[in-house]
């Protein structure tokens, strides 16, 4: 559906994320969430339609709002690694007018630092740093590169995020919880759980002054 624009113009739409059981990675999973959501829906929404390592969605973008990449493990089974994956899917969203969204963690990064996970929640900020992110992002540069693409960041959570974006035409979000909360938090348990995780101050006001000045574009709750 069209998203409508409200008070001072400002877009509100939901998007249902690709990655619950089963995943939008084919049109009949797509179809019923499309047929559910429409008998109950009472705002604008959109699908999107995410990307498994078998690129069986390819079929999908045309029909889908957008297309959703999870380049480092979270909810779900949509992890990509696979970068020659990646840039077809980009020049195939590319072709039909598409927006490819990114969750921009690096899997080569997180392996790197899973060692720092242990039984407390205040470890999963460690072990998801914030050098994964921009470690991400700079890879999609090079993934990108050539295809006329749009490229859309989710959840930007790091000033290192934000600081790879520079020079490029990407867009971004952030999140609420990634502009109040510190990874702090986490020591009051796992309602602040979150990937990517909580971050520090420094990121925090990085973030507020890129939503002010305007280089991420909007905010996002990030539900699945």
Known sequence: RAPKAGAGGVVTTALDMPNPNPPSVACAASEDTVARASVKASVDFGLYAGLDEKGESLDLFATASAVKVYLGATTGHLLVQDYDLVRRAL?????????????????????????????????????????????????????????????????????????????????????PHHLFWTSDALRQGGSFKMNPPLREQDDINALWAGLNGGRIACLASDHA
Do not use: K, M, N
């Open 91 to 175: 020049v195939a969203a590319a072709a039909c007018g598409r927006t490819v969204a990114f969750h921009a963690e690096s899997q080569a990064c997180l392996d790197r630092h899973g060692h720092q996970l242990d039984d407390t929640y205040e470890s999963h900020a460690h072990a998801r740093p914030a050098e994964c992110e921009a470690e991400a992002i700079q890879a999609l540069i090079t993934a990108s590169a050539g295809t006329g693409a749009r490229v859309h960041i989710a959840h930007l959570s790091t000033a290192l995020g934000l600081a790879a974006l520079s020079g490029t035409t990407f867009s971004a979000e952030v999140c």
